[in-house]
């Protein structure tokens, strides 16, 4: 899971034309948290994909896929 949501954070995050260090400003969480996540070697908590979901305008199903999703439920 963490893999398909690193990968689609980072295609997010480049599509609202930010660079980590923006989004990890925005977030008030370091450039290291925001690489890690999108190298899908952090689990997200469930704070910062609610962060993530205000800051990037996307669904959680749009970060974790439908299937990622309906995992976690």
Do not use: C, N, W
């Amino acid at each position: 899971m963490s893999d398909v949501f690193g990968r689609k954070m980072r295609a997010y995050r480049k599509l609202k034309h930010l660079t980590q260090i923006q989004l990890a400003e925005q977030l008030g969480v370091s450039v290291a948290i925001i690489g890690s996540l999108e190298r899908g070697t952090r689990t997200p908590t469930p704070q910062m994909i609610a962060q993530l979901t205000r800051v990037l305008q996307v669904t959680e199903e749009e970060l974790f896929g439908e299937q990622a999703a309906t995992e976690r439920e």
